[in-house]
């Protein structure tokens, strides 16, 4: 008999019939096994895996559910990272999730037994929490929004809106050239840097549909500056019946005191704006969504737009948004207000902890920001764990992988973008990694 590993590969049928695989069959599904099983055999081929370690080694390999998107542990610093999802959702806001996720009565009265409105308790939430606003809907996301807004006030008319507000949100994506995918034209006021009341008085014409204004997030223009306030254009436009359409971005729904700059969805509203538009999954720390706020005949106008049934949102958003307006901080806010004081000693814990088992780690400080939802020149102090260069990849192979940030020669672990109940879950990870 041969002890060449090769001519022992065990059936694929044998290694399915284990009750182990086939109890992973059971939750993952049986082809997703399978094609462990493929792999692992393979392995066995190569000489990479012995044959009595084959059910070992497949059961190592298959992931946590039937999808292949995997936790991961962001301590990049960016609190809204869209590479790694934007928000982390809450606890509560998750266990909605999972109640709705099954059959719900979304748009079912259960006393009546007729057909209900669809969502009216995530809206009654976003309502109470922005009592500015009249009315509100709720889509796919700001840029499903914009489309919205852009269709139903814009199309064949104008829509003004500041070349200084021309922005690009990410991957090539440009608001000016979503706005006028939908067939609305563009009347371009002011210039990069300024722009006045009369640029956009001037502008203003029985073919004005809407005036717009976009908060630039990702980015400031700084020095020989000058924009229009909505305050000051609500003024302006009041009486003309042209509304005023702001989209704050970022989804604060009040000022927050550590982000001073940073636009909110009730000011917007008291300062005169029509309708304001956010993302839910930026500083609002929610589920991706696009929310629409502000005066009751234009959102009803938005609603009633056979263009909303192709944006709005599924059960599992409105219950994760709900929750997260109703229920107990979402992870999102708790990172922006966690004291430095506090950073530290997470940093110096794990640091000396990682030191105890042989590494070269040391706790520093370092800034982090709120990411691509907004405060671009906002940088927080926060705290990071120090590593040498290499683990950056180690750690982003690992299980679960960690994403940090090389600065120099040294692989930076910022805790401000980490919930501090993951801190255990990363010093086990950076271990790991050491180990390999
Ligand atoms: C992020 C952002 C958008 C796009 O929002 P999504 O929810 O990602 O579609 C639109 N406008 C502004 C001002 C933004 O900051």
């Not at 029509?274 to 720390?285: F, I, Q, W």
């Given at each position: ?6 001519r ?18 059971e ?20 000489g990479?895996v ?5 059910v ?11 999808s ?8 990049t ?16 806001a ?30 009654a ?29 814009g199309q ?24 006028t ?16 009341l ?11 549909g ?12 700084r ?17 003309t ?55 009751a ?37 708790e ?8 950073l ?5 814990a794990?640091?000396?902890r ?18 691509g ?13 120090s ?13 679960p ?35 390999r």
């Amino acid at each position: 008999m041969s002890a060449d590993p090769r001519r022992q590969v065990p059936r694929t049928d044998t290694l399915l019939a284990d009750p182990r695989l086939a109890a992973a069959g059971e939750r993952l599904g049986r082809g997703l096994v399978k094609g462990a099983v493929q792999r692992v055999q393979q392995r066995i081929r190569d000489g990479e895996v012995a044959p009595p370690q084959a059910v070992e080694a497949v059961l190592a390999s298959l992931p946590g559910t039937a999808s292949s998107l995997q936790p991961v542990l962001n301590v990049t610093g960016v609190l809204v990272h869209t590479n790694l999802g934007r928000s982390p959702l809450s606890p509560a806001a998750v266990d909605a999730i999972t109640a709705a996720a099954g059959t719900t009565d979304v748009e079912l009265d259960l006393s009546t037994g007729r057909r209900g409105p669809r969502g009216e308790a995530a809206i009654a939430a976003l309502l109470a929490a922005v009592p500015a606003a009249e009315a509100a809907i709720v889509v796919n996301n700001c840029a499903a929004a914009l489309a919205l807004v852009a269709t139903a006030l814009g199309q064949d008319r104008e829509l003004v809106l500041a070349r200084g507000e021309l922005v690009e949100i990410g991957d090539g994506f440009r608001i000016p050239e979503l706005l006028t995918a939908t067939g609305a034209r563009l009347r371009e006021v002011g210039t990069t840097n300024r722009v006045t009341l009369a640029d956009y008085r001037g502008a203003l014409g029985p073919e004005t549909g809407a005036v717009l204004k976009v908060h630039p997030s990702n980015f400031v223009v700084r020095g020989f500056t000058r924009q229009v306030e909505v305050g000051e254009l609500a003024a302006a436009l009041a009486g003309t019946g042209t509304p005023l359409v702001a989209d704050v971005g970022s989804g604060l729904l009040r000022p927050h005191p550590l982000l001073p700059e940073e636009p909110d969805l009730q000011s917007t509203l008291a300062a005169g704006a029509d309708v304001v538009l956010a993302s839910g999954d930026k500083l609002l720390g929610g589920p991706q969504a696009g929310l629409v706020l502000g005066r009751a005949d234009l959102v009803q106008r938005l609603r009633r737009h056979p263009l909303y049934r192709a944006l709005r949102v599924d059960k599992t958003t409105l219950a994760a948004l709900e929750a997260t307006l109703r229920g107990p901080l979402p992870p999102v806010q708790e990172m922006l207000a966690a004291d430095l004081d506090g950073l530290r000693a997470r940093a110096g814990a794990l640091a000396a902890r990682l030191t105890e088992a042989g590494l070269d780690a040391r706790a520093v400080d370092a800034d982090a920001r709120v990411g691509g939802g907004g405060a671009p020149e906002h940088p927080l102090p926060s705290a990071a764990v120090s590593l040498p260069g290499s683990f950056a990849e180690l750690l982003r192979r690992g299980t679960p992988p960690v994403v940090g940030y090389v600065e120099g020669d040294r692989t930076l672990l910022n805790l401000r973008s980490l919930p501090t109940s993951a801190d255990e879950q990363l010093a086990g990870a950076v271990l790991a990694a050491a180990a390999r």
